[in-house]
């Protein structure tokens, strides 16, 4: 992941046509665009319920310029399953399958085919972009709502913490597990292009943090900054897990290394009206338990 | 970019979509303020190279283009205003939709 | 040549998928339907037959499977039963809607509350209104012939085909059935033709939101509809089916000597009443029968073998013509809070075509409770009785059930 790639060298393709239904600073949007630009034009992509339903159009027109087959809230492990088994009966070969579900799809009502679809080896790349929240349908929490956050079903604040699918997709041993940010869409497409050449063939996990304006509270000129801020808050760690081994992506690793400084959780929680209800004491909890996280990472470098 | 045309389709059995610009309007319509570069703060324009492209690089809807300076498609472009605000030369600005006639 | 085999429903049913060149398959194990696919995951492994066999974790991703598959191009097939096919209902009216030829084996089975594996008829008559096509099966013979069938006209029509026989009653006993050869059935049957596929040359995607209005914000968007439109084409192509299901069931009986309409007849042509029944109790039927006309009662038996799509003109127009004036229903299933679907379908379809007729419904064997001929002809001769007493009209009765 150490590349030095630039803005200029990476593909001029794009594989999302504009004039979306995204909302204005929609992150996903931002992650699709460079997931795809790594994937290339042979791509055959899946989604469930979900924001990107939506992105992707409404009949009898899309903004999508990959074959996509939409598919039922809960199943999108199961229909890639079937899609990849199509593919290799009928001998076509070089076409990636691409699971595009947000975090309701993934972590709530979606898990049980994802489990089984990893636990079957599908060859797969299985993407949840993480808005942390069911945002399509008003901003309800998900089992991936982070400890604290204002939704319109925990109006004081979630009281559980999240899920870590990152943790559970790895206890899968899936080969290829990584955690993106759209705010960094270099890290991001790198490790796309990683997943689609280094692991063919077998199931691969990307997790992508998808802040999103409306539904977390902030202003839509800064969704690349709250999504930076939950990586240099350590909130959002980024790394891949290869094999079971953890491997710090730099952002975070520079922070392990003591190169660049963590910045305190309370700046991400202040920059977003979701988290106005977090009392000192909570904040103090979390911020020790970020701090005792980046403490175990130190055996990661 | 070209349009993809519906001319030659027929109805369906099921549900297809074809890909086509625009699909869910002129998206441009929905900012309340709209991005403007000043090329004479622009990195490419000043050194006349491809470096920075960060707006490029940031745009959710790839409406910037990656050219010597950027262009941005006004037809499309939702005024997220993330272009600006991640502008390391400060080059863009964001200004009121009503101060412009198209 | 085809094999001259001693096989249970399930293995007929496992055959006839190998046969028809199945391509994807989505397996989940459900009592009494597990040996079916079975069968199909050692045809595979050794090479019987060249497929993708994927064991699901659920039926709701085995028929996920089975959609995701057809999308891309393959023929694809899953079976089930009871609480199984349940939880794939969204998935079946997906299937229908996506127009998909998809073939699923309902195995019937009891459903659930309480847990109950043995056979009625609850779980597929349930999904009737999905827009799948349905076939009740009535020996291990027609099973086999019915999934060769069920591929062709699903292919043709791009509706999914539910073939369905009862558990344990057909699917674990053994008959003689008679299996055929490759070449034929590769001729019967061609290789699938989607209608559209998920191919990276030619990029689409499929099942988008679709309005209830038609878009009119693009040039020639018009002509394309919106969501009305769409599920109206699947409506007008499962009424107008049946020319294509008889076709294809009249090809099969003159390449391979045996056919089986839409229904089939036993003894009506001067019958003053008809039983009518759906799967295997048909056969039943048939020998109470011979019991009654041995006792000098002119009664005949009439097996519905497509329930969907109804084929109520057909039934009318059959019940207009047959001197019967009595038809006695005896079913494996009902709609809660009113009565038995072929009953009240049956009843609605003579009264569009203004066909008067006395209908009486009777239920028997629910949750698999066992019955015999002489259950059958008690229930008919009470019908026959009260008739006799003037009562045409008839409550919906429970046969050999504690009240």
């Known amino acids: 992941m150490e590349k030095?790639?630039?803005?200029?060298?990476?593909?001029?393709?794009?594989?999302?046509?504009?004039?979306?239904?995204?909302?204005?600073?929609?992150?996903?949007?931002?992650?699709?665009?460079?997931?795809?630009?790594?994937?290339?034009?042979?791509?055959?992509?899946?989604?469930?319920?979900?924001?990107?339903?939506?992105?992707?159009?409404?009949?009898?027109?899309?903004?999508?310029?990959?074959?996509?087959?939409?598919?039922?809230?809960?199943?999108?492990?199961?229909?890639?399953?079937?899609?990849?088994?199509?593919?290799?009966?009928?001998?076509?070969?070089?076409?990636?399958?691409?699971?595009?579900?947000?975090?309701?799809?993934?972590?709530?009502?979606?898990?049980?085919?994802?489990?089984?679809?990893?636990?079957?080896?599908?060859?797969?790349?299985?993407?949840?972009?993480?808005?942390?929240?069911?945002?399509?349908?008003?901003?309800?929490?998900?089992?991936?709502?982070?400890?604290?956050?204002?939704?319109?079903?925990?109006?004081?604040?979630?009281?559980?913490?999240?899920?870590?699918?990152?943790?559970?997709?790895?206890?899968?041993?899936?080969?290829?597990?990584?955690?993106?940010?759209?705010?960094?869409?270099?890290?991001?497409?790198?490790?796309?292009?990683?997943?689609?050449?280094?692991?063919?063939?077998?199931?691969?996990?990307?997790?992508?943090?998808?802040?999103?304006?409306?539904?977390?509270?902030?202003?839509?000129?800064?969704?690349?900054?709250?999504?930076?801020?939950?990586?240099?808050?350590?909130?959002?760690?980024?790394?891949?897990?290869?094999?079971?081994?953890?491997?710090?992506?730099?952002?975070?690793?520079?922070?392990?290394?003591?190169?660049?400084?963590?910045?305190?959780?309370?700046?991400?929680?202040?920059?977003q009206s979701r988290f106005r209800t977090l009392s000192d004491v909570q904040i103090q909890q979390i911020q020790a338990e970020v701090d005792q996280e980046f403490e175990s990472f130190k055996q990661n470098l | 970019m070209p349009i993809h045309s519906l001319k030659d389709r027929k109805m369906p059995i099921s549900s297809i979509a074809t890909p086509i610009e625009g699909e869910g309007g002129r998206t441009g319509t929905w900012r309340t303020e709209r991005p403007v570069l000043d090329p004479t703060k622009c990195a490419t324009v000043k050194q006349n190279k491809l470096v920075c492209l960060l707006c490029w690089l940031y745009c959710p809807e790839a409406n910037i283009s990656r050219t010597i300076p950027p262009k941005i498609d006004y037809v499309y472009c939702k005024g997220c205003g993330a272009c600006a605000e991640e502008c390391p030369s400060k080059a863009i600005t964001m200004e009121e939709e009503g101060n412009f006639e198209d | 040549m085809g094999r001259k085999l001693v096989l249970n429903g399930n293995h007929a049913a496992a055959h006839a998928c190998k046969d028809a060149r199945v391509q994807v398959i989505a397996a989940y194990p459900i009592t009494p339907q597990s040996p079916l696919t079975e069968l199909l995951s050692q045809f595979v492994e050794h090479g019987d037959l060249k497929a993708k066999y994927i064991c699901v974790e659920s039926e709701h991703s085995a028929i996920t499977v089975c959609i995701a598959a057809s999308s891309t191009g393959a023929r694809t097939f899953t079976a089930t039963s009871a609480n199984g096919l349940l939880l794939m209902h969204e998935q079946l009216h997906w299937a229908a809607g996506a127009r998909l030829p998809i073939v699923l084996a309902c195995v019937n089975r009891a459903v659930a509350a309480p847990w109950n594996v043995w056979n009625d008829q609850q779980d597929s008559i349930s999904q009737r209104d999905t827009g799948w096509i349905q076939i009740y099966c009535e020996d291990n013979q027609e099973i086999y012939d019915r999934i060769i069938q069920a591929y062709k006209i699903a292919e043709q029509l791009y509706i999914p085909v539910m073939v369905c026989f009862d558990g344990y009653i057909l699917s674990h006993t053994l008959m003689p059935v008679e299996t055929i050869d490759q070449d034929s059935i590769d001729e019967f049957l061609p290789p699938y033709k989607p209608h559209i596929t998920l191919d990276p040359e030619n990029p689409c995607v499929l099942n988008l939101v679709?309005?209830?209005?038609?878009?009119?914000?693009?040039?020639?968007?018009?002509?394309?509809?919106?969501?009305?439109?769409?599920?109206?084409?699947?409506?007008?192509?499962?009424?107008?089916?049946?020319?294509?299901?008889?076709?294809?069931?009249?090809?099969?009986?003159?390449?391979?000597?045996?056919?089986?309409?839409?229904?089939?007849?036993?003894?009506?042509?001067?019958?003053?009443?008809?039983?009518?029944?759906?799967?295997?109790?048909?056969?039943?039927?048939?020998?109470?029968?011979?019991?009654?006309?041995?006792?000098?009662?002119?009664?005949?038996?009439?097996?519905?073998?497509?329930?969907?799509?109804?084929?109520?003109?057909?039934?009318?127009?059959?019940?207009?013509?047959?001197?019967?004036?009595?038809?006695?229903?005896?079913?494996?299933?009902?709609?809660?809070?009113?009565?038995?679907?072929?009953?009240?379908?049956?009843?609605?379809?003579?009264?569009?075509?203004?066909?008067?007729?006395?209908?009486?419904?009777?239920?028997?064997?629910?949750?698999?409770?066992?019955?015999?001929?002489?259950?059958?002809?008690?229930?008919?001769?009470?019908s026959i009785n009260a008739i006799d007493n003037g009562q045409t009209y008839k409550e919906m009765e429970w046969i050999n059930v504690q009240k």
């Open chain 3, 210 to 382: 679709t309005f209830p209005w038609i878009r009119q914000d693009h040039p020639d968007i018009e002509k394309l509809g919106g969501y009305p439109e769409l599920r109206y084409q699947l409506q007008q192509t499962l009424l107008s089916s049946f020319e294509v299901i008889e076709q294809v069931d009249r090809e099969f009986g003159e390449k391979f000597g045996r056919d089986y309409g839409l229904y089939i007849e036993y003894q009506c042509a001067d019958a003053d009443y008809i039983l009518m029944a759906m799967g295997s109790i048909a056969s039943e039927a048939t020998v109470a029968v011979d019991l009654l006309r041995e006792e000098g009662y002119k009664i005949g038996m009439l097996s519905l073998k497509l329930f969907r799509p109804f084929p109520a003109e057909i039934l009318a127009a059959y019940a207009d013509r047959a001197p019967a004036s009595t038809y006695i229903i005896i079913e494996r299933g009902l709609s809660y809070g009113y009565e038995g679907a072929v009953c009240t379908e049956f009843k609605a379809a003579l009264f569009t075509h203004q066909i008067q007729k006395n209908v009486h419904n009777y239920l028997i064997g629910i949750g698999g409770r066992d019955f015999d001929v002489y259950q059958i002809i008690e229930a008919t001769k009470q």
């Open chain 1, 4 to 271: 030095n790639l630039l803005p200029k060298d990476l593909p001029k393709e794009e594989f999302l046509l504009p004039g979306t239904r995204a909302c204005s600073g929609c992150a996903f949007a931002l992650a699709y665009r460079f997931a795809l630009k790594a994937l290339g034009k042979r791509t055959i992509a899946c989604t469930p319920a979900s924001c990107s339903t939506v992105l992707s159009g409404m009949y009898p027109v899309t903004s999508l310029k990959i074959p996509m087959l939409n598919t039922a809230f809960e199943s999108t492990g199961a229909a890639l399953s079937g899609i990849r088994a199509a593919l290799d009966i009928l001998g076509k070969e070089d076409i990636t399958v691409l699971g595009w579900a947000g975090d309701g799809g993934t972590v709530d009502i979606g898990i049980q085919s994802l489990s089984g679809a990893a636990e079957r080896g599908t060859d797969m790349i299985y993407v949840c972009y993480d808005n942390e929240a069911y945002m399509n349908t008003g901003v309800q929490r998900s089992g991936s709502t982070p400890y604290g956050a204002f939704t319109t079903t925990t109006p004081t604040g979630k009281l559980q913490k999240r899920k870590n699918m990152p943790a559970i997709l790895a206890a899968h041993g899936v080969p290829y597990v990584a955690t993106a940010n759209s705010s960094y869409p270099i890290d991001l497409y790198l490790k796309f292009k990683k997943a689609k050449d280094e692991f063919k063939g077998k199931t691969r996990y990307i997790h992508i943090i998808a802040p999103c304006p409306p539904g977390w509270g902030f202003h839509t000129k800064d969704f690349i900054k709250i999504g930076r801020l939950a990586t240099q808050s350590g909130l959002w760690p980024l790394y891949e897990i290869i094999e079971g081994k953890m491997i710090l992506s730099k952002p975070t690793r520079d922070i392990v290394l003591g190169k660049k400084k963590r910045v305190p959780v309370t700046d991400y929680f202040q920059a």
